[in-house]
């Protein structure tokens, strides 16, 4: 079983940035391959960023490339999404999840935790 709770959300003007952090219980985090995903109001949940189980690859949506990075601290049992260059289409609910096969994906689905969310909130 894992836990994970996400902190670090908040409002924010356009162009502004943020850095959410996603806390993992359990001795086997640094096995695991972690992502960010979001969901806005009134749309379905997408992948945002996803790493690897030891931080040497990461990949992100179009949509955010460039914009945002994603790092894990595998002795904090930390993942981290530093955003910058915020824009108010970031609007959402953030949730940290783990995928256990340690390569990391893209797919929903594949994700076998979940974080409860935190919102972030950036105004025009």
């Known amino acids: 079983q894992v836990q994970l709770v996400e902190s670090g959300g908040g409002l924010v003007q356009a162009g502004g940035s943020l850095r959410l952090s996603c806390a993992a219980s359990g001795r086997t985090f640094s096995s695991y391959a972690m992502g960010w995903l979001r969901q806005a109001p009134g749309k379905e949940r997408e992948f945002v960023a996803g790493?690897?189980?030891?931080?040497?690859?990461?990949y992100y949506a179009d949509s955010v490339k460039g914009r945002f990075t994603i790092s894990r601290d595998n002795a904090k049992n930390t993942v981290y999404l530093r955003m910058n260059s915020l824009k108010p289409e970031d609007t959402a609910i953030y949730y940290c999840a783990a995928e256990l096969g340690g390569l990391g994906t893209k797919e929903l689905k594949g994700y076998k935790y979940w974080g409860q969310g935190t919102q972030v909130t950036v105004s025009s």
């Open positions: 790493i690897n189980w030891s931080g040497g690859s990461t």
